[in-house]
């Protein structure tokens, strides 16, 4: 299906440094990517072009600065539909230096057109320190390309991840960093809506078969579900 989701997308979260210290001892974290999956074209064959679009953000605790998941040498490439290469790419921005809740948050723009989809802002905000207020930190990042990749995957796809790594040492350390995360946010444009299902349960006989008429959401007509098989509870 085309279920892939060109548009400006909005990533919010908020996330605990319990110590800054054992921070320093991660790999990554917090880390979080939106994985866009869609196609862009046609081939020769008149086959469908499947490409990756990730916008990805990484703190890296070892070296208490952000990566950007993008493309290296950030340009465009001559041929439209040619598949391209993502790295982490640093960023610098503000160290993780406080413990409380932080709260990150990134806008990014998905589309066909390779030059079109970009990176917006990221905006950090920090808890409060000394006394003081909370202090907010922003970077442009409209500079910033989303990469076409081919990852292989030849259907639409809307992923969103979030993830946080431990500092690999091959077991001769034991490291006391933990993620913490909460109100995890994603905003994006509308999705065209599936049926909205209801399902009611159905007992059935070893080898009977069932048919549930489900309406649509307009009402214009049913979808049919077909149970197959009973098991023998």
Not at 74 to 103: F, M, Q, S, V
Not at 161 to 175: A, D, F, S, Y
Request: proline share 5%.
């Amino acid at each position: 299906e085309d279920r892939g989701v060109p548009g400006n997308f909005f990533y919010s979260v908020w996330f605990y440094v319990q110590d800054v210290d054992a921070l320093k001892d991660t790999q990554t974290g917090p880390e979080l990517s939106i994985q866009n999956t869609f196609p862009v074209g046609i081939d020769n064959n008149n086959n469908k072009l499947w490409r990756t679009n990730i916008a990805g953000l990484q703190y890296v605790g070892a070296t208490e600065s952000w990566n950007i998941w993008t493309k290296p040498d950030n340009t465009k490439d001559k041929e439209r539909h040619t598949p391209e290469t993502a790295a982490w790419i640093p960023l610098g921005g503000p160290a993780l230096d406080t413990k409380g809740w932080w709260k990150l948050t990134y806008t990014a723009r998905f589309q066909k057109h390779k030059r079109l989809s970009k990176y917006s802002k990221f905006v950090l905000l920090s808890p409060k320190k000394n006394g003081s207020g909370k202090a907010q930190y922003k970077m442009n990042l409209s500079n910033f390309r989303i990469a076409q990749e081919n990852r292989g995957w030849n259907e639409g796809s809307l992923f969103v991840t979030l993830e946080g790594q431990n500092l690999w040492t091959n077991c001769t350390q034991i490291k006391q960093q933990q993620n913490y995360y909460d109100n995890v946010k994603v905003v994006g444009p509308r999705i065209p809506k599936y049926p909205q299902l209801s399902f009611q349960k159905v007992y059935l006989n070893l080898g009977d078969t069932s048919l549930l008429d489900v309406s649509e959401e307009q009402g214009h007509g049913k979808v049919q579900l077909y149970i197959l098989i009973g098991h023998p509870d």
